[in-house]
């Protein structure tokens, strides 16, 4: 796969259940504290270098925002950063408060 790609938030769901996808997300901190996709790990101004170098870069990535506009572009650098597998999560957050909105 070269680049990025959407993904919905029922495949992203099934990545997160299998263990399958790290998840990142871009949200400003107190929406991050606020509530989040489970598992998903923030990614700001003051973490992105250490967070971009602990992640594994064969194991697909998974960016979110709040509604999948700014995440197309995060997905974008993951990929020229070198990451293999990266997907930008269709209607971000909202999309995924609306499919699941008792999770977290």
């Known amino acids: 796969m ?4 959407e993904i919905s938030v029922h ?6 259940e299998t263990g399958e996808a790290e998840i990142v997300d871009i949200r400003d901190p107190d929406s991050y504290e606020a509530t ?8 700001g ?14 194991k697909p990535l998974i960016v979110y925002c709040y509604h999948g506009i700014s995440s197309q ?3 974008a650098y993951f990929a ?3 990451f293999q ?3 930008s999560l269709a209607g971000g957050f909202e999309s995924w408060y609306s499919a699941y909105p008792t999770e977290p």
């Open 2 to 5: 070269s680049g990025w790609q």
């Open 11 to 16: 495949q992203t769901r099934e990545k997160i």
């Open 36 to 43: 989040h996709i489970p598992g998903a790990i923030h990614l």
């Open 45 to 58: 101004d003051n973490n992105a270098r250490e967070i971009i170098a602990s992640l594994d870069k064969e």
């Open 73 to 75: 572009g995060a997905a």
């Open 80 to 82: 020229q950063q070198g």
């Open 85 to 87: 597998e990266v997907y």
